[in-house]
C-alpha cells in the first residue's frame, strides 16, 4: 500500500469514528405524538395558546406556571405577548434542552424558563396562573394540589376538564376547546357574622365555587339569595324580619371574611365573620 493510500486509509477511519459523535451532536426535535411519561407530546395551536393566556387574563404581574411545557410555547407566549414571569415544569430532559432554545430564539430568557421535573412532584403553589395540556385522568389527579392553592388562582386547561368542577369559562377556537376556572376559598360551615353590631349565625354548604346557605334571625333560619363565590371574593344576600333586604360583599381570608353591607332602605354597614 502506498503512502497515499496510507493516508486516506486513515482519514477514512477518522470520519468513520467521528460519525456518530457528530450524529450525537445534533439537536433532538421533538416529533408531534412521541411518548412521555403520562402523555404523548401534541402541541397546542397558537391561537388557542394565546386564548388561553387571555381566558386567564394574564398580566405582567402574573407568575404562569405550565404543566407539562413540551417545547416552552405557552412559557414563552406568556412572557412575550404579556410580559409576565413564566416557569415550564417538563420530565422529557431532551424537550428541556429544546424548550430552553426556543426560549433563548424569542428572546426572552429573564422572563420564562423550563425545567426538567414530575409536575406530580413538583411546587408550583406560587403560580397566579397555571396551565396545562394533559389528559382528563391527570387533571383528576392534579385537582386535589390546585384546590389547595391560594384562592384567586387562575388554571386554564386545553381540551379537557375537571370533572364535577364545572368551568367557570368555556371557551373555543377552531374546534378546540379550552376550559378556565378560579380556586375558590373555602367557605364551607359556620360562622358568627357582626353586621355593624348585629351578631347573626351564617351558614354555607360548598361544592367548589358553588355556594348556597342560610342566616339564622333570632328564631328564625332564612335562606340565603344571590350567593356566590369567586375566589376569595363573596357575595349574598337575604331578607331580615322587616322584609329589608341586606345585599352583602365582602373577601375571604382564611377563617375570617370581611366586607360591606347595604340595605333597599339605604342603610351602609361593614361586616365581619369568623368560622366557628
Known sequence: MTLTH?????????FIAAAPAAAQQKEFEPQVGQAGKDVIWVPTPDDVVERMLRMAQVT????????????????????????ARALGIEYNPDMVKHATRNIEKAGVTGK??????????S?????????????????????????????????????????????????ASDGRRAYFWVVPANVGGNWTLDAAGERLELSFEQKF????????????????????????????????????????????AGTRMEGSFRTESGAEGRWVATKR
Do not use: C
Not at 496510507?6 to 477518522?14: C, D, F, T, V
Not at 389527579?141 to 388562582?153: C, D, E, N, S, V
Not at 346557605?213 to 350567593?227: E, I, M, N, P
Open 60 to 83: 405582567a404581574n402574573d407568575y404562569v406556571i405550565d404543566l407539562g411545557a413540551g417545547d416552552g410555547k405557552i412559557a414563552i407566549a406568556a412572557a412575550k405577548k404579556f410580559g
Open 209 to 252: 365555587q358553588k355556594i348556597e346557605g342560610s342566616v339564622t334571625l333570632g328564631q328564625l333560619q332564612a335562606g340565603l339569595r344571590d350567593a356566590r363565590l369567586r375566589g376569595f371574593q363573596i357575595s349574598f344576600s337575604y331578607v331580615d324580619n322587616a322584609s329589608v333586604r341586606r345585599d352583602f360583599a365582602g373577601r375571604v
Open 112 to 121: 420564562a424558563r423550563v425545567v426538567q421535573g414530575d409536575i406530580f412532584a
Open 6 to 14: 496510507r493516508l486516506l486509509a486513515a482519514l477514512a477511519a477518522i
Open 123 to 171: 411546587d408550583f403553589t406560587q403560580a397566579t396562573v397555571v396551565t396545562m395540556y394533559l389528559l382528563p385522568a391527570l387533571n383528576i389527579k392534579l385537582r386535589p394540589q390546585i384546590l389547595a392553592m391560594r384562592p384567586g388562582t387562575r388554571v386554564v386547561s386545553h381540551s379537557f376538564t375537571m370533572e364535577d368542577w364545572e368551568p367557570d369559562e368555556t371557551s
